[in-house]
């Protein structure tokens, strides 16, 4: 199997970047995050991409950054939130090893609140994210080889529970 040894799926503040930072340590391998590489390659924010060109463009930008990514990257990948709403994405994720970091809505609320860097929260967070993961729950378990909840667990936890989902502990 080409491309990152681990893809980490999921909601905004669910996690990803903590946990793939760890899973990563524990792996021996390295982390990266498409959302870092936009900001990186556009050399402005992601809210300044959504405000300056609306999200339509900001998916194209995302695609092409998550194609790249996939290629160029052999470590832990974690994706942003919305990546998997694009079926080209998804047909490149099938067959990766994937790992859904999932988390309920309560807990989406509590974690991320009013949010003005997470510029699909920046109003009525809990309508928003109830109707965000209605729409998005059923692509991020389509794409997932692993399903990893995340709630009332500490980043080590998840990242114990990924593994052991991966399996990729050692015996
Ligand atoms: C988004 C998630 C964000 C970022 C953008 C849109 C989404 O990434 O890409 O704000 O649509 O869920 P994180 O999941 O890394 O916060």
Do not use: C
């Not at 809210?47 to 609306?54: L, M, R």
């Not at 729409?135 to 009332?152: F, I, K, P, Q």
């Amino acid at each position: 199997m080409s491309g990152p040894l681990v893809v980490l799926v999921g909601p905004m503040g669910v996690g990803k970047s903590t946990v793939g930072q760890l899973l990563a340590e524990r792996l021996g391998v390295s982390y990266r995050d498409t959302d870092d590489d936009i900001v990186a390659e556009q050399g402005r924010t992601i809210a300044e991409i959504f405000v300056d060109e609306g999200e339509a463009a900001f998916r194209a930008i995302e695609k092409a950054a998550v194609r790249r990514a996939l290629v160029e990257h052999d470590g832990v990948l974690a994706l942003g939130g919305g990546a998997i709403l694009d079926a080209d994405t998804r047909a490149l994720l099938a067959g990766q090893r994937v790992a859904y970091l999932s988390m309920d809505v309560e807990e989406a609320v509590k974690r991320t609140g009013l949010n003005a860097a997470r510029p699909l929260l920046a109003v009525n967070p809990r309508k928003q994210w109830r109707e965000l993961m209605e729409a998005r729950r059923h692509l991020y378990e389509e794409t997932a080889t692993a399903v990893v909840a995340t709630d009332g667990r500490t980043p080590e936890e998840v990242t114990e529970a990924a593994l052991d989902a991966l399996e990729l502990k050692e015996a």
